[in-house]
């Protein structure tokens, strides 16, 4: 079975850029989450969204943003780039929304890393 | 507000002792937690997870202590191999006043064991 792809790995953006990163969700799974990660500040949420529909956000500017297609595929955007945006993000998938059954282990993907110059 | 921290940045264990790892977490309402564990240039990885109306559960060679008095997670490795080094992070599941969940995630503890 298929983990979770996310696709670029890596990439370098300049300030005013943006970004379009995208994740395959292990078959099956309806729920895909986005997270941020820096050095220090751990994994940030940024928003879940299942069965096509944004469920959850996190405290980020409308700078961030995202979308799942029919086939739970999810792509999330970044808009106008900020040197603070240089993180590795995170995509996760679940078969569930998160706290559906106050449980649910989620599935990471390896991580885009983005860097802003 | 909620936070979900670690009392040590980095542990260094000797080969085959025992680790512990401890996280505090402030949202006593939370009721799920689980521990990842996240290798360099990879993607966090489940470990184990534990219900608050639990005080232990074990794994292979895993264990997760629950104290819900004082908000206090922690997670037991038993016999530290090298495969264990890696950064371990814990996580809450809370709940949004509009009635939904996310999981926070705390900063991480980096566990070296040394040979």
């Known amino acids: 079975k298929a983990g979770v792809t996310q696709t670029p790995r890596y990439l370098i953006k300049t300030r005013g850029q943006q970004v379009t990163l995208s994740c395959s969700p292990i078959?099956?799974?309806?729920?895909v989450s986005w997270y941020q990660q820096t050095p220090g500040q751990g994994l940030q949420f940024l928003f879940e969204?299942?069965?096509?529909?944004?469920?959850n956000k996190g405290n980020f500017p409308g700078r961030f943003s995202g979308r799942q297609f029919s086939n739970s595929r999810s792509e999330m955007n970044v808009s106008t780039l900020e040197l603070g945006d240089s993180a590795l993000y995170l995509c996760?998938?679940?078969?569930?929304?998160?706290?559906?059954?106050?449980?649910?282990?989620?599935?990471f993907g390896e991580g885009s890393r983005l860097t802003v110059l | 507000g909620e936070s979900v921290g670690l009392h040590l940045p980095t542990l260094s264990v000797q080969e085959g002792d025992n680790s512990i790892i401890n996280c505090a977490y402030s949202n006593s309402a939370s009721d799920y937690f689980i521990w990842y564990k996240q290798e360099s240039g990879k993607g966090p990885q489940f470990i184990i997870d534990i219900r608050s109306n639990m005080d232990k559960r074990q794994g292979q060679r895993v264990t997760v202590l629950l104290n819900k008095t004082v908000k206090h997670l922690s997670l037991q490795i038993a016999a530290t191999q090298p495969g264990d080094s890696a950064v371990y992070f814990c996580a809450d599941l809370a709940r949004f006043t509009s009635g939904t969940y996310k999981y926070i995630f705390g900063t991480g503890t980096r566990l070296k064991v040394l040979a």
């Open positions: 996760a998938s679940s078969l569930r929304l998160a706290g559906y059954t106050n449980t649910g282990e989620l599935f």
């Open positions: 969204y299942f069965s096509e529909t944004q469920r």
């Open positions: 078959s099956g799974h309806r729920s």
